[in-house]
């Protein structure tokens, strides 16, 4: 059964830092691409940051490019959102998400089959 555990949310002031994380079970981690979504009160649900666990390419959202880094541990199955600067605007919550196929990371939430429960990370200005 495969498992997504988010960790690390919480409430910060802008121009702070915070680092999520995800634990992951269940599947072959190291084989398709994960990713980090948000979704704001009334928003759709965007992606941020996402990563291949074979190659360890990664792509980004505009709105974070420069201020958020994606990384993984292939060993301890985790992958981590390290997000610096943080505006009033990153305020979400954060999902980890895994693909079941494929090679390339992409922020289409589409392409995703497994999801996390979510950690929510909060911004005052």
């Known amino acids: 059964q495969v498992r997504l555990v988010e960790s690390g949310g919480g409430s910060v002031q802008a121009g702070r830092s915070l680092r999520l994380s995800c634990a992951a079970s269940g599947f072959f981690f190291g084989s398709n691409p994960m990713g980090w979504f948000r979704q704001a009160p009334g928003k759709e649900r965007e992606g941020v940051a996402s990563?291949?666990?074979?190659?360890?390419?990664?792509v980004y959202a505009d709105s974070v490019k420069g201020r958020f880094t994606v990384s993984l541990d292939n060993v301890k199955k985790m992958i981590y959102l390290q997000m610096d600067s943080l505006k009033p605007e990153d305020t979400a919550m954060y999902y980890c998400a895994a693909r079941n196929a494929g090679y390339f990371p992409t922020l289409h939430d589409q392409a995703y089959t497994y999801w996390g429960q979510g950690t929510q990370v909060t911004v005052s200005s």
């Open positions: 990563i291949s666990t074979e190659s360890g390419s990664t």
